[in-house]
């Protein structure tokens, strides 16, 4: 297996996007936690959390890990949900992940910093992105810039 799960482990922020949920306005700060549920599992909990009317939101899921890509399943009312994601790009401090139409959610892309990373611009996020000839520039200008 490779090491995607252990390396995409920890809080990572959204920082550009085109995914709705997102871009409304509505949402804001929008971060994403992973970690292992057990050492040797391909499974992930999955918790996005983000502010919404000046309170904490969060929506707390599973990946499965199967076949290079994860498959999210909610958790509680969301249980019937299913998404399907991939990771376009992953470095120690930079993520890009696509996701598939769901019958809820459109597809989409977000581009996501970890956590208390000392990458602190959307061009030097751009920059790193467009060297590993993995997205093209028109890709990045499309998406919504969160900060």
Known sequence: MDDTLKRIEG??????????????????????????VSEDSSYLTDTVQFEKNDKIRKIIGTDLYQGGKFIWRGKGILKLLKSEWSVIYLSDDVLMIEFEKSMVTPSGIDVLVRKNSKIDSRQEVSDILLKTNKVEKSTLDELLWLN
Not at 18 to 32: A, D, E, L, R, Y
């Open 11 to 36: 809080t990572w922020e959204i920082v550009a996007t085109n995914f709705p949920m997102w871009t409304s306005g509505k949402n804001h700060n929008p971060q994403i936690s992973y970690s292992k």
